[in-house]
């Protein structure tokens, strides 16, 4: 088929990988005909002035929020979260508070682009697979949005999660194995109902990376340092990297963060190499063997002049127990920036300000963490 392209007024275009085919917006599409990732090639724009008179969420970049309709938009008006410092280790930390969010995860960024795109599609049913905070975010705005939708979990994934899923009305499926058989099971559905994955489907990321946009207005319009980031399948990550490039191309930032990506020693496929024998970990979130979009990690983390960092379950629960001690009732999958934060201390200079989240609400994990704290 030959390459579309973008018409007169256009600002946007889906562009393949790796055939670098292109195909209009207006296409229900999550991947390329040559079944390779797809990105979306975009122009976004920002007025400051504009921006801050609007209400503190994260629609206040909407001119850099690839959405065409207003009327399209499925949101709750969230957002703009609360960033406050903690002391890690002596380290002053500024921590996004994106546990806060209507779900309980940062995810329910990428879940109101992707359910508003799916809306302006008129696509009226979807399948997603996650290990359950994605699952529960793309559920939540699509009982908002009234779209029909199926989400697979292994069946290991959090009670509350799987509650979450299906009182929001989704039909969940539960399967055996690893979160790449999950992911696996839901790509056979995906070849008849339109796939809203976090991990293939781009605008999933463009509303990640609001992530970005809100940190550097929070600092008076300037970039961090670092970002400390947990990375499974790095939608934050890669969301936070397209944001940040987005403000520096626009002239608003000069530079942008270095990326500190955490993976759980226990299954850190891009620390670690593929080849490494992976286990279990308490840090469910990021139990990803095989990540979809693994080389653009590894690119935007080297192209920042960051590195990865491994933190064992010890240290992952050690930093959970400070944490919940401190008042911040955070999943276990969100404690792993703080035991890498800690574990870096006094060895490697963190370029200041220094930036992380936490990524999950605790109450998605309750009945994991009340045993965790007591030993078990
Ligand atoms: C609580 C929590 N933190 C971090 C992550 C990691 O996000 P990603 O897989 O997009 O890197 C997840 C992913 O599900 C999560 O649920
Ligand atoms: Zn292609």
Not at 27 to 49: H, T, V
Not at 96 to 118: C, E, M, N, Q, T
Not at 310 to 332: A, N
Request: charged letters at 20%.
């Amino acid at each position: 088929m030959p390459p579309l392209f973008l018409e007169a007024g256009d600002r946007m275009m889906l562009v393949c990988k790796t055939c670098r085919n292109t195909y209009k917006t207006s296409e229900p599409r999550w991947r390329c005909e040559c079944g390779s990732l797809l990105d979306l090639d975009f122009q976004p724009r920002f007025d400051i002035a504009k921006i801050e008179a609007r209400m503190p969420s994260m629609w206040r970049y909407r001119d850099a929020i690839p959405i065409d309709d207003d009327a399209s938009i499925v949101s709750f008006n969230e957002g703009f979260t609360p960033i406050k410092e903690v002391e890690i280790a002596g380290i002053p930390v500024l921590f996004k508070l994106d546990h806060l969010f209507p779900s309980g995860s940062f995810k329910d960024r990428g879940a109101s682009v992707l359910v508003s795109k799916i809306k302006e599609l008129g696509i009226r049913r979807v399948v997603e697979d996650s290990s359950g905070n994605a699952g529960s975010a793309v559920a939540g705005y699509c009982a908002m949005a009234g779209i029909d939708c199926d989400i697979f979990v292994p069946d290991n994934t959090s009670e509350s999660k799987c509650h979450q899923v299906t009182g929001y009305g989704a039909r969940l499926t539960c399967v055996p194995g690893t979160r790449e058989d999950t992911a696996a099971t839901a790509l056979e559905a995906a070849t008849h109902t339109y796939y809203a994955s976090h991990t293939w489907n781009p605008w999933f990321f463009h509303g990640t990376k609001t992530f970005a946009f809100e940190v550097c207005e929070q600092l008076g319009w300037e970039s961090p340092g670092t970002l400390v980031a947990p990375v499974g399948n790095g939608t934050l990550l890669l969301g936070a990297y397209i944001g940040f490039i987005e403000l520096m191309n626009a002239g608003i930032i000069d530079r942008i963060p270095k990326l500190v990506a955490v993976q759980a020693a226990a299954c850190a496929p891009l620390a670690l190499g593929t080849g490494a024998n992976f286990s279990a970990t308490i840090a469910e979130g990021i139990a990803v063997a095989q990540p979809v979009r693994g080389q653009e990690i590894i690119d935007a983390v080297r192209d920042s002049e960051g590195f990865f960092v491994t933190v064992s379950e010890d240290e992952i629960l050690r930093s959970l127990k400070e944490m919940v001690s401190q008042g911040f009732y955070i999943e276990p999958t969100s404690a792993v920036v703080c035991a890498a934060i800690s574990q870096l201390a006094g060895k490697t200079d963190l370029q200041p300000p220094v930036v992380s989240l936490f990524t999950g609400h605790g109450l998605k994990a309750a009945g994991k963490i009340v045993k965790l704290l007591a030993g078990g």
